[in-house]
């Protein structure tokens, strides 16, 4: 039997690893570009000038400017989304979840440069050119369900309905992102986040101290 056929999936195979390799050298180098100049200022040769990489290299994975920041921005609202799938793991109760996925999610905005450029990339969705998805709206329906589930294990007592208290820590909680980063470059982010919930959710006061995602001094 010819080794031919083996030699050339094996071939194949590499040049798709070393594919996938590039793209996400060239994501990581977007992703620090829009993070740090904004999307109007960034050009496709300051990410191949961080990428290492020349520009066609970059045009090869990606048609212009826009896809990259589409590309982002995906890349974005996956680690949101697997930020929210490890919190529901630990099987936490209604509101110990909301406050881990808040701490969590304000730790990954202060230390990881795709968040940080997603965010932004939302800021200036109007300046792209291209349909990006619309913010917040699945983060606070998340929330919501997680709180929906102590509203049906117990009375309210008075409490904000799960809509009204989701909607309200969102806003909170990005409002105080956008202020973490334009005083701070959101190194201050997660202490927000725990001054934010100890106001807004009072008797979430032992899940905080509780929570292993949480600064404590």
């Given at each position: 039997?010819?080794?031919?056929?083996?030699?050339?999936?094996?071939?194949?195979?590499l040049?798709?690893?070393?594919?996938?390799?590039?793209?996400?050298?060239?994501?990581?180098?977007?992703?620090?570009a829009?993070?740090?100049?904004?999307?109007?200022?960034?050009?496709?040769?300051?990410?191949?000038?961080?990428?290492?990489?020349?520009?066609?290299?970059v045009?090869?994975?990606?048609?212009?400017?826009?896809?990259l920041?589409?590309?982002v921005?995906?890349?974005?609202?996956?680690?949101?989304?697997?930020?929210?799938?490890?919190?529901?793991e630990?099987?936490?109760?209604?509101v110990?979840?909301?406050?881990?996925?808040?701490?969590?999610?304000?730790?990954?905005?202060?230390?990881?440069?795709?968040?940080?450029?997603?965010?932004?990339?939302q800021l200036?969705r109007?300046?792209?050119?291209?349909?990006?998805p619309v913010?917040?709206?699945?983060y606070?329906d998340?929330i919501?369900?997680?709180?929906?589930?102590?509203?049906?294990?117990?009375?309210?007592?008075?409490?904000?309905?799960?809509t009204?208290?989701?909607?309200?820590l969102?806003?909170?909680?990005?409002?105080?992102q956008?202020?973490?980063?334009v005083?701070?470059?959101?190194?201050?982010?997660?202490e927000?986040?725990?001054?934010?919930?100890?106001?807004?959710i009072?008797?979430a006061e032992?899940?905080?101290?509780?929570?292993?995602s949480?600064?404590?001094?």
């Open positions: 039997m010819t080794p031919w056929p083996l030699a050339s999936h094996q071939e194949k195979t040049k798709q690893e070393r594919a996938v390799r590039t793209r996400e050298r060239v994501l990581d180098a977007a992703a620090k829009f993070a740090v100049k904004g999307y109007p200022a960034v050009t496709i040769l300051d990410v191949a000038r961080s990428a290492g990489m020349t520009k066609g290299a045009y090869f994975h990606y048609d212009n400017k826009e896809a920041a589409v590309a921005t995906d890349l974005f609202y996956r680690r949101i989304a697997a930020i929210a799938d490890s919190v529901e630990l099987g936490l109760p209604p110990s979840s909301v406050v881990e996925l808040l701490i969590r999610t304000a730790v990954a905005f202060r230390d990881e440069t795709v968040l940080q450029a997603g965010a932004r990339l200036e109007q300046l792209v050119g291209v349909r990006l913010p917040y709206e699945a606070t998340l919501t369900s997680w709180l929906a589930r102590k509203e049906r294990t117990g009375p309210r007592d008075g409490s904000p309905s799960p009204t208290l989701a909607t309200v969102v806003s909170a909680f990005f409002g105080a956008h202020i973490s980063w005083l701070n470059n959101h190194a201050d982010l997660p927000r986040t725990i001054a934010m919930l100890r106001t807004i009072p008797c032992e899940d905080i101290d509780l929570c292993p949480a600064p404590h001094r």
